[in-house]
């Protein structure tokens, strides 16, 4: 294997990359300590850099014959986007404007911050691991697919979610947690509570005669 570090996994365009996505990971990971004006303020603020830093990233060719292997799972891909969207709380949502079924849809499409903000965690965190591993071909392979992802994927939700975050916080709307909202701690107990429940309710179909197939 090439273990040369003139590759272009180790160009200076590709590690300022890596330590901005590793800033958003960071962020997104961080979200219960953070209250909500705090958050959308450095969402506003690390997006655009994001962008800038994968729009300048050189593409590649893939040079192994498997795909690598990917890190996040459904269980930490749930929790970034519950959490966000507790933090978000009523202000998670927003018209979709660059959705190519907008032209056939007789009613607005909704997008979500969390979702958007989750799926651009999960894209980078998969890179970020594999860039660790050292080997050059799993990460020359790791930006081909993040780049590809972000040319085709991404990137959009990177400028609409910017769209929706800037009007939030420059909008006359307090971004203060009121009394009576969720925080992200209740959110957690009341997902764990609803999976308990929902789970127990399987067992139970899976044992009742009355319910088997």
């Known amino acids: 294997m090439e273990e040369s570090f003139e590759h272009i996994v180790y160009s200076k365009n ?3 990359f890596v330590t901005v996505a590793k800033e958003y990971c960071s962020f997104a990971e961080s979200v219960n300590n953070l209250d909500r004006k705090q958050f959308v303020t450095i969402a506003t603020r690390i997006i ?3 962008y800038l830093k994968a729009s300048v990233l050189p593409k590649v060719e893939n040079e192994l014959e498997e795909s690598i292997e990917k890190t996040v799972d459904e269980m930490l891909y749930t929790q970034i986007l519950d959490g966000v969207a507790a933090k978000l709380g ?4 927003y018209l979709e404007v660059f959705n190519p079924d907008m032209q056939r849809s007789d009613t607005p499409i909704i997008s979500y911050i969390s ?3 989750a799926d651009i965690y999960q894209d980078l965190k998969d890179f970020i ?4 591993l050292g080997v050059t071909e799993v990460m020359n392979d790791a930006l081909a697919d993040l780049v590809n992802n972000f040319e085709l994927y991404w990137g959009q939700k990177l ?3 910017l769209r929706a975050l800037h009007a939030l916080l420059y909008s006359e709307e307090s971004l203060e947690e009121e009394d009576g909202e969720e925080t ?3 959110h957690q107990q009341k997902e764990n509570w609803y999976n308990r429940m929902h789970q127990d309710w399987n067992d139970d179909n899976d044992e009742n005669p009355f319910y088997s197939k």
Not at 90 to 93: A, E, G, I, S, Y
Not at 129 to 132: D, E, G, V
């Open 115 to 117: 979702e958007d903000l």
């Open 159 to 161: 400028v609409n979610t």
């Open 14 to 16: 590709v590690i300022e």
């Open 48 to 50: 655009p850099l994001l």
């Open 129 to 132: 691991s594999a860039y660790r």
């Open 90 to 93: 009523r202000f998670n949502d």
């Open 184 to 186: 992200f701690q209740e």
